[in-house]
């Protein structure tokens, strides 16, 4: 659980992580929803080699109204494109009810060694924070070692 106050925080120390690591970006904003729930959406430019384009990290959460101005998790989607290197990873938490009913999990991965070509549309994966997936995004950042991606078992 979360207050407005808090969640403002959070996102601001999302933000001053991502730039402590030398990323580009407007400055993020929450913002409030017709439904009630409040969320942000931003990418970072990583720095280094801008052609095609440079590695770039998408946060994306929403919150949901509890009780009392408090909000709780509602959703994520986390993302390392990296250009250079023509890969992606991506841990997300969205459209619980299809992912529960077709295939009994809450979260799943994305990965492709290959960006375009993954090996299959989504992964089974374990909860991460903004935290975590921005620590495993910049430790994979620049290595020319592969993602992974053969080591995660497809869902479905």
């Given at each position: ?40 959406e931003f990418a970072a430019a990583l720095p280094g080699a801008v ?106």
């Amino acid at each position: 659980m979360a207050t407005l106050v808090e969640l403002r925080q959070y996102l601001g120390t999302l933000a001053t992580i991502l730039w402590n690591y030398g990323a580009t970006f407007p400055v993020p904003t929450l913002d409030n929803y017709e439904t009630g729930e409040v969320g942000f959406e931003f990418a970072a430019a990583l720095p280094g080699a801008v052609s095609p384009e440079p590695a770039e990290i998408k946060l994306v959460e929403i919150w949901v109204p509890a009780r009392h101005g408090d909000f709780h998790p509602g959703g994520y989607l986390y993302d390392f494109v990296e250009h250079p290197l023509n890969r992606r990873m991506a841990f997300h938490r969205h459209d619980e009810a299809y992912f529960v009913r077709e295939f009994g999990v809450v979260v799943h991965e994305h990965c492709e060694e290959r960006l375009k070509q993954p090996k299959c549309n989504h992964c089974f994966g374990l909860p991460v924070n903004a935290y975590e997936a921005i620590r495993r995004f910049v430790s994979l950042w620049g290595q020319p070692a592969a993602l992974g991606c053969a080591g995660l078992r497809c869902i479905g």
